[in-house]
């Protein structure tokens, strides 16, 4: 499932084009290729997900300044700091 259908099946974040924050409360995230579409996005905050790899939203070109998660073992309270 890819962030951009998590993030559909989510009603509050059906308007997320242009927006700064979101938060996704759904199914484990495996693709992290969509977030190219949010170049707005600064914070991302995860609930009851799991990311399948930190590495791939650390190389995205994006300024996202906070992902969080419920997930400690797979983020430890990690904050990315991308373009600033």
């Known amino acids: 499932m ?6 559909l099946k989510n009603k509050e974040t ?5 927006r ?3 938060d996704v409360c759904c199914e484990p995230i495996y693709c992290f290729e ?3 579409r949010f170049k707005s996005l600064r914070s991302l905050r995860v609930y009851g997900t799991e990311f399948n790899s930190i590495a791939d939203i650390c190389e995205l070109d994006l300024q996202i300044l906070n992902i969080e ?4 073992k797979t ?10």
Do not use: P, W
């Open 2 to 7: 890819t962030l951009i259908e998590c993030l």
């Open 75 to 84: 983020l430890r309270g990690m904050s990315i700091q991308k373009n600033l």
């Open 69 to 72: 998660s419920t997930n400690v």
């Open 20 to 22: 700064e924050e979101i």
């Open 34 to 36: 969509d977030l190219y």
């Open 14 to 18: 059906l308007d997320f084009e242009g």
